[in-house]
């Protein structure tokens, strides 16, 4: 496999699972970034040499020019490196796995310079999805969606010759670490109690999106604006065994379904290798020790979250960055103890109440739709 990759976000959870891949396949890394882990990243440089380092974090990107000054790799700060890392000319494809909205504005810039996307960074398109896909047809990029859900969507959907034979796509919902509790059960848990995912090994803020079944609302209007359906074309159902990563159901009610362990690394190397497979990175599935397979519906009284979601894909524009907004910064602070879980969806219905929607006619649009959101979540 003759690839070169820029991972924005090395050091989270994809971005590491990126570079397992690309160890396995002979992958080449041209670009690294990360916020402030100057130790993984000193140790990922010193073992993959890329050509550029970034660190979002200016003190951080000064300490890691220092550790590496023994070697070729040039250091860059702030969104202007990520940007740089993004568009990198010896760079052929661009995982985003970057936290946030802080992706977007690097995704675009990639997608201009004619990159292909392995997109794991689902902010990008919840804040600014129409934006972005008319960006890639206007220059020709690809994007590959490395979100499990959306990957499954991606290989059910490549022996479909029309779309309009879509019926319905299907993305499965682990439920979390809560799943089957009443909204009332759900006053009293802690941080860590959000932070067990039964199933998969993620980052903090994505994992408290899950229990919160955010995450599935941030996905249902990924898939949206990735697959250009409306929302009546989109269901979630419950699989707590996450082994039907997600399913499309076709117009003579045939349903395919992609099935595996729960392993990131096969959608991040299918991001790389499509059309083609590569080597396996993953244990195979045995189909006679996972068990019985099961599906229900959300329960959207529990985790209102995911009705604040599908309420704002069908209300459009920059009611959807208003909603991310809000919820990354009230996930933040039910990170750092200063509110309970029930107020995170407290906070983002607030934020989509008060804030003024428009059209996401411009990126400048989307994040000033954002600040504002950030700006109603208050302790």
């Not at 090994?201 to 990735?226: H, P, Q, Y």
């Amino acid at each position: 496999m003759q690839k070169r990759i820029s991972i924005l976000g090395s050091t989270g959870s994809i971005g590491r699972q990126a570079l397992d891949v690309a160890r396995s396949c002979g992958v080449k890394a041209a670009a690294l970034t990360a916020d402030k882990s100057t130790d993984r990243m000193e140790a990922q440089c010193r073992e993959f040499q890329p050509e550029l380092a970034v660190m979002m974090d200016p003190g951080a990107a000064e300490d890691l020019r220092v550790r590496l000054a023994d070697t070729s790799i040039r250091v860059a700060a702030g969104m202007e490196g990520l940007i740089e890392a993004a568009t990198l000319p010896k760079a052929d494809t661009v995982i985003t796995a970057v936290v946030g909205i802080v992706g977007l504005r690097p995704t675009v810039a990639a997608i201009q310079a004619g990159k292909r996307i392995g997109l794991a960074n689902k902010e990008t398109l919840v804040c600014a999805g129409e934006l972005v896909m008319d960006e890639a047809d206007r220059w020709g990029a690809q994007i590959v969606p490395v979100d499990s859900e959306h990957s499954a969507i991606f290989q059910c959907l490549q022996g479909c010759r029309d779309r309009k034979q879509v019926k319905k796509l299907i993305l499965t919902a682990s439920g979390g670490p809560f799943w089957g509790k009443s909204r009332a059960e759900l006053e009293g848990v802690t941080v860590a109690d959000a932070l067990k995912h039964p199933n998969w090994s993620m980052g903090a803020k994505i994992t408290v999106d899950s229990a919160s079944l955010m995450n599935k609302g941030l996905e249902f209007i990924e898939a949206m604006r990735l697959y250009r359906l409306p929302p009546e074309q989109i269901d979630i159902v419950v699989h707590r065994q996450s082994i039907i990563h997600s399913l499309v159901e076709y117009t003579d009610n045939a349903i395919l379904a992609q099935l595996g362990v729960p392993d990131m690394r096969v959608p991040i190397e299918y991001a790389l290798t499509w059309p083609d497979r590569g080597p396996a990175v993953a244990q195979p599935l045995d189909l006679t020790a996972c068990g019985a397979l099961t599906f229900a519906k959300p329960d959207e009284e529990a985790f209102p979250c995911l009705a604040l979601a599908k309420a704002a894909a069908r209300r459009g524009g920059t009611a959807t960055a208003i909603l991310n907004g809000a919820n990354e910064a009230a996930v933040a602070l039910f990170l750092a103890g200063k509110i309970g879980f029930l107020d995170i969806p407290r906070l983002v219905e607030d934020a989509l109440r008060a804030v003024p929607v428009g059209p996401a006619d411009s990126l400048e649009a989307v994040f000033a739709a954002d600040e504002a959101a950030r700006a109603c979540v208050k302790i």
